[in-house]
């Protein structure tokens, strides 16, 4: 809960540049160290946000609370959030795609489940 700041040193000077939240629901960095993936929770609901540093490469809505955002590979994170309720489920576990492609692989509706395997 707070604002994220990119940090950057220039000899002895420090440079801040914050990158404006509500809400910070979760945080990771890629394998590579180059991407990091936050969460960004509103009044509108939950957004997963990747940026690389220069800016925002991708802003994807996912419902209405992410629990988890983790990297599996440098274009592919796995999360956990909380669906809207008119969808009839509430946990949804998928991965995302740094070009916006959202695959869900477990989702549970009370005590009924689906799932997927990671490809």
């Known amino acids: 809960n707070g604002d994220l700041y990119s940090v950057k040193t220039m000899g002895d000077e420090i440079l801040l540049a914050e ?4 809400f910070l629901g979760a945080f990771s960095r890629s394998p590579d160290g180059t991407k990091f993936a936050l969460a960004k929770i ?3 609901g939950a957004f997963v946000q990747v940026h690389d540093g220069q800016g925002r490469l991708l802003r994807q809505a996912v419902g209405l609370a ?6 599996l590979d440098n274009d592919t994170l796995l999360l956990s959030y909380q669906q809207d309720e008119s969808k009839n ?3 949804v576990i998928a991965t ?4 916006g492609t ?4 477990v989702n549970s509706n009370g005590a009924d489940y689906m ?3 990671i490809r």
Do not use: G, R
């Open 19 to 22: 990158i404006n939240l509500e």
């Open 89 to 91: 489920y509430d946990t």
């Open 42 to 44: 509103n009044d509108e």
């Open 102 to 105: 959202l695959t869900e692989l």
């Open 66 to 71: 992410v629990d988890m955002l983790e990297w």
């Open 96 to 99: 995302l795609k740094l070009d």
């Open 115 to 117: 799932a997927k395997p």
